[in-house]
Structures are given as C-alpha cells and as structure tokens.
C-alpha cells in the first residue's frame, strides 16, 4: 500500500508546456508499476501513461503519444509526465496511480490498486 500525492497542474495557453510531479511515500515505488490518467469533465477516465518497475517499458494512449513522457526516479520515489504541445482537449484532472503488476499498464487499464487525489491541468486557447 502506498500513498501519493500529485503537483504541477496549472492553467497554460494551446502549445505550452507542463511538468507534473507524482511523489510517493509508505513504500517503494520501485515495487509498483506506475501510470497517469485523466478525467475531462462529462468523461469517463482514461489511461495516459504508464511505466514499469524499472522504467524500460512505456505506454501511451494514442491521443499523447509523441507529445508527453512518463518517467521515474526511484530513488526519489517520484514519478513525473512531461506534457509538451498541450491541446484544449488535454484539459482534466490528472491522477497519478500505482499497481502491483504489468498487466496494468500493458492492458492500459483505469483500475489501479492506489491512487492520487488528482491535480488539475487547464489549456486555453
């Protein structure tokens, strides 16, 4: 079981940049694999990111694919999504989430074992 708390959203213009920060705490991150999601207003929540025990594999959703990369330190215990290129239709809550298999992520799932209270990101145009 373990703890974590996202930061970093904030309100960016169309074609900004933003960093969010996931960190973690009551275990290792380095047990867990690792993801964000989303949830846009009237939505259901979707899978952004994801990233395995020790970061050689990566997965994306279509939409983000080539414009945002998850990565990890664990020995900080963080794990970040760098956004780059931010679209209007990037705007939603972003939760950072942790799970005790692959499968998880591999099968880019929205059912986490932990998750964050979320942190809001806001593109205008």
């Known amino acids: 079981q373990v703890q974590l708390v996202e930061s970093g959203g904030g309100l960016v213009q169309a074609g900004d940049s933003l960093r969010l920060s996931c960190a973690a705490s009551g275990g290792t991150i380095s047990s867990y694999v690792m993801a964000w999601l989303r949830q846009a207003p009237g939505k259901e929540r979707e899978f952004v990111a994801g990233i395995s025990f020790k970061g050689v594999r990566t997965y994306y959703t279509d939409s983000v694919k080539d414009r945002f990369t998850i990565s990890r330190d664990n020995a900080k215990n963080t794990v970040y999504l760098q956004m780059n290129s931010l679209k209007l239709e990037d705007t939603a809550v972003y939760y950072c989430?942790?799970?005790?298999?692959?499968?998880?992520?591999?099968?880019?799932?929205?059912?986490?074992?932990?998750w964050g209270q979320g942190t809001q990101v806001t593109v205008s145009s």
């Open positions: 989430a942790a799970d005790r298999t692959l499968s998880s992520i591999a099968v880019r799932t929205t059912d986490f074992g932990s």
